[in-house]
């Protein structure tokens, strides 16, 4: 780790009324001329430079160099002229200016935390190695305000950006700085800039790739930004009582998932513009599996393909990668439901017990048939249709709400045989395996490599990394069954 | 913590209890509550630890779970000034009684002046919503923490420096660099007390004389910075006495100050005072602050 000069801030606000006085050429030029005394005497006459004491090693002269001269190449190439007539920022370029030199920040200059939280080291770099970017990118708005120079640590113009680039890493991404552009310039804000939430990554950065996912397409949201402001509102509310660190990453992800969904739903707008998409929710997926039985299996499995029927592009990808799943799941019952017919309490598990008793009969008769008619569910048969299923989506008759609000799916019509259903019934851990394994088949890396785009295809790249994980426990589980 | 009190029931205090924690591998390792580490380098990577005896039953029963129901015994760390946090190690819990040890391995490049080690017991997976209990995965079920000081022990960062050689008044023996506007961030880096080494008076600031004379210096330059900032603060209108300010930021150092000072005195009063009376205020700032007691 490095250790930068630190800029005394009286010193600092004595500069900065020079270098807000001056044309962007005449700040660069002074700069260049604090920053050439301070390499020739390791000290500026007059100003006051000091280091941490501990911690690292301290920054060599050329180290400086190369971090100034990284930053200036990224703005001369989008119309900073140190000597002349500097181009004038739009919104947009300020965006961009700001991802890079985020990222150029933060790979270059090789600081820890503690070391970036003190506002002399981003007053030095404001006022005497990058006095004339400071100028440059605030000039739209007129003089820049002094904080933009000193050791403010909100407002310094580097001490954002390398904040920014630290706390939105994407550690998982092939790009791992993508964030920084993906999210405007307010929505970082939102997440970083707010001390308590901006240190629970665990939660910040799946939050931040499904705001991506599934806020940034819409074109029915007019105001995105409101939309964030109440997800971090009703981030900030679970933060106090939910330890999302002791989460796996799933969670977190199926956490941040509900949050966004919440928010629509507390803002009046449609949870999503496309309903085949919520068959991904793993927190739905779990629920589907811990409640149903093997005929509500097969009402999946029909919805499924009748979805997939209609639906296009990567939509359709999904709903057949669900497929395995559902046939997988038929398969382990059906060859429960033949191996041991004792009766188990396995049925306690996943129909709690202040339930109605409508609902756990209906469990019951839903596995019955599964233990009663194994051959029709045998591995790679086709699903049977049953009787008012056929294209139902989420919402419909299907499945409804007891008053808690769960969701719970309607009965069929069947014979009950009671003793040999219940051990043909998941276990919450296997429901909850089950879960991950959809979950993790919607987003089949291989398959939608091939064919998604842009933030999909980042998200798949991330979820990959569950895949290996999710096998190996359910190599160690079916291990133990036998 | 952004919410004091849960929708949901908590455990009773008891129902964990375990050893304090203790640094492993270096000099702070010791049997007793682990509170500072003043030997402490960013450059170095911490691992501490701890053994807990957990009553996972008796949980389940504070919290009105279902026997067996699975929880997560594990810890997570703070550091607020670095706004950093992570996760030492978690036990799946679904048995009745459970003792483990805890252990938690953080770099040191993630921290700065403070590190909180938080104690949990969490919702193991989901349950089905029932009146004030906890649903969530993750719902915090019991929790207690440790605040260990990383910043060496001194009470503001001091730096002594030729004031001549940085063109400040040569005749005056401290400074106080701080910014009143920004509040929200760590006193650690933001904050600091310039002493003038070419002061006749320095090596008495820095020494650990104990002579009245150096008692005295001392005592008069903790209550001039302790009057700036609570003047700096109740002249910002950002100050607000119940906004919950990051811990070991100025904010928070500030309400401190005041709460130890006029405690039960309003902010508004004490800003109209300072406005109107601004020579019975500094008399009250010497009253409130005790200036001088011990000495002589």
């Known amino acids: 780790m490095q250790l930068y000069p630190r800029l005394v801030g009286a010193r600092a606000r004595e500069l900065v009324k020079g270098h807000r006085e001056g044309s962007i050429a005449e700040v660069h030029a002074a700069g260049l001329a604090l920053f050439e005394s301070f390499v020739r005497a390791d000290a500026i006459a007059g100003v006051g430079i000091e280091y941490t004491e501990t911690g690292g090693a301290r920054a060599r002269h050329d180290t400086l160099a190369e971090v100034r001269e990284a930053l200036l190449s990224i703005a001369t190439e989008h119309g900073y002229a140190p000597e002349g007539e500097s181009k004038q920022l739009s919104t947009d370029e300020a965006r961009v200016i700001d991802a890079l030199w985020a990222v150029c920040l933060h790979e270059r200059m090789q600081i820890s935390r503690d070391e970036a939280g003190r506002a002399g080291v981003w007053a030095f770099l404001g006022c005497v190695l990058l006095p004339g970017l400071v100028r440059w990118r605030f000039a739209r708005t007129g003089i820049p305000p002094a904080n933009r120079f000193t050791g403010s640590l909100q407002r310094n113009t580097f001490y954002r950006l390398w904040w920014r680039a630290e706390l939105l890493r994407d550690p998982e991404h092939v790009e791992p700085y993508w964030l920084l552009s993906a999210l405007g310039e307010d929505e970082q804000v939102q997440f970083v800039e707010r001390p308590s939430l901006a240190g629970c990554r665990a939660l910040v950065l799946p939050a931040a790739r499904l705001f991506i996912e599934l806020v940034r397409p819409r074109d029915d949201i007019g105001n995105q930004m409101k939309v964030m402001r109440e997800l971090t509102k009703r981030m900030l509310?679970?933060?106090?009582?939910?330890?999302?660190e002791l989460l796996t990453p799933l969670q977190c992800t199926a956490m941040a998932r509900g949050l966004i969904d919440d928010t629509l739903e507390g803002m009046n707008i449609a949870e999503t513009a496309d309903p085949l998409a919520e068959l991904s929710r793993p927190a739905w997926m779990s629920k589907l599996f811990s409640t149903m039985g093997l005929t509500t299996l097969a009402q999946v499995a029909e919805l499924n393909m009748k979805a997939a029927a209609q639906a296009k592009g990567v939509g359709r990808l999904r709903l057949r990668q669900l497929g395995p799943v559902v046939e997988s799941a038929r398969h382990l019952l059906t060859e429960r439901a033949s191996a041991s017919p004792q009766p188990s309490t396995a049925v306690e598990a996943v129909v709690p017990a202040e339930k109605s008793g409508v609902d756990r009969a209906d469990a019951l008769r839903f596995s019955s048939r599964c233990a009663s008619a194994p051959a029709p569910c045998a591995r790679?048969?086709?699903?049977?249709?049953?009787?008012?299923?056929?294209?139902?989506?989420?919402?419909?008759?299907?499945?409804?709400?007891?008053?808690?609000?769960?969701?719970?799916?309607?009965?069929?019509?069947?014979?009950?045989?009671?003793?040999?259903?219940?051990?043909a019934r998941f276990s919450g851990a296997e429901a909850e395996l089950l879960a991950k394994w959809a979950h993790l088949e919607l987003m089949d890396y291989a398959a939608l490599r091939e064919h998604s785009k842009g933030a999909e295809r980042r998200l798949v790249r991330q979820v990959f990394g569950e895949y290996d994980r999710f096998f190996e426990s359910l190599a160690a589980w079916r291990a133990r069954e036998r | 913590m952004s919410i004091d009190t849960p929708p949901y029931r908590m455990a009773n205090d008891g129902r964990l209890v375990g050893d304090p924690w203790r640094r492993r591998g270096g000099a702070g390792e010791s049997g007793g509550i682990l509170e500072a580490l003043a030997d402490w380098d960013p450059s170095e990577d911490l691992v501490f630890a701890r053994t807990v005896q957990f009553d996972a039953a008796g949980v389940r029963e504070d919290t009105g779970l279902p026997t067996g129901w699975p929880l997560k015994l594990g810890v997570v760390w703070r550091s607020a000034d670095a706004r950093s946090r992570g996760a030492g190690n978690v036990?799946?819990?679904?048995?009745?009684?459970?003792?483990?040890?805890?252990?938690?391995?953080?770099?040191?490049?993630?921290?700065?002046?403070?590190?909180?080690?938080?104690?949990?017991?969490?919702?193991?997976?989901?349950?089905?919503?029932?009146?004030?209990?906890?649903?969530?995965?993750?719902?915090?079920?019991?929790?207690?923490?440790?605040?260990?000081?990383?910043?060496?022990?001194?009470?503001?960062?001091?730096?002594s420096i030729p004031f001549s050689g940085w063109a400040w008044p040569a005749g005056a023996i401290w400074r106080l660099e701080w910014d009143a506007s920004e509040l929200d961030v760590a006193v650690l880096g933001s904050l600091c007390v310039y002493l003038n080494q070419d002061h006749p008076l320095h090596a008495a600031l820095v020494g650990r004389a104990n002579e009245p004379q150096a008692h005295a210096i001392r005592?008069?330059?903790?209550?001039?910075?302790?009057?700036?900032?609570?003047?700096?603060?109740?002249?910002?209108?950002?100050?607000?006495?119940?906004?919950?300010?990051?811990?070991?930021?100025?904010?928070?150092?500030?309400?401190?100050?005041?709460?130890?000072a006029f405690r039960g005195v309003g902010l508004e009063h004490l800003r109209q005072e300072m406005r109107q009376s601004p020579e019975v205020f500094e008399a009250r700032l010497q009253d409130r602050l005790r200036l001088f007691e011990g000495v002589g």
């Open chain 2, 219 to 260: 005592a008069a330059m903790y209550h001039d910075i302790a009057r700036q900032l609570i003047r700096g603060a109740l002249d910002s209108d950002e100050f607000q006495a119940d906004r919950k300010y990051p811990a070991r930021s100025i904010g928070r150092t500030i309400q401190g100050l005041i709460n130890s």
């Open chain 1, 380 to 423: 790679g048969r086709r699903p049977r249709r049953l009787a008012g299923c056929a294209s139902r989506r989420r919402g419909s008759a299907a499945q409804s709400k007891d008053p808690a609000g769960t969701e719970t799916f309607a009965p069929a019509t069947t014979d009950v045989e009671p003793e040999r259903v219940e051990s």
């Open chain 1, 237 to 244: 509310r679970l933060l106090g009582i939910v330890a999302f």
């Open chain 2, 91 to 159: 036990v799946l819990v679904e048995g009745d009684r459970v003792d483990e040890e805890l252990h938690v391995s953080i770099q040191g490049t993630q921290l700065s002046s403070s590190v909180e080690l938080i104690t949990l017991v969490t919702l193991g997976m989901p349950i089905d919503k029932a009146p004030i209990r906890a649903w969530r995965a993750g719902s915090i079920l019991w929790q207690d923490a440790q605040s260990i000081d990383l910043s060496g022990g001194s009470r503001f960062p001091m730096q």
